[in-house]
């Protein structure tokens, strides 16, 4: 593993959830250009939009995600529409 690469899964979530996942984003993106650490993003998704795309909040296509990355921004999720 390149210890100056640091992979992230990015989870959206419901409601506001994107628009905090993408301020976070556009905040750690800005820090890694001035330290020179280099960030590798990966999206996965939970909540409803899971839930009616694989009928599971937390799918395993996104579980497989998870794994592969060593930590997870991850925005709020609600409990219906």
Do not use: E, T
């Given at each position: 593993m390149n210890t100056n690469e640091l992979?992230?899964?990015?989870l959206a979530g419901d409601g506001?959830?994107?628009e905090i996942t993408a301020a976070t984003v556009r905040i750690l993106k800005a820090a890694a250009t001035r330290t020179g650490l280099r960030v590798s993003l990966k999206?996965?998704?939970?909540?409803w939009e899971a839930y009616h795309k694989y009928g599971s909040t937390l799918p395993e296509a996104t579980l497989k995600v998870l794994r592969q990355y060593?930590?997870?921004i991850v925005g709020p999720t609600f409990a219906g529409e």
């Open positions: 992979k992230l899964a990015v506001i959830g994107p999206p996965g998704v939970i909540g060593q930590g997870w």
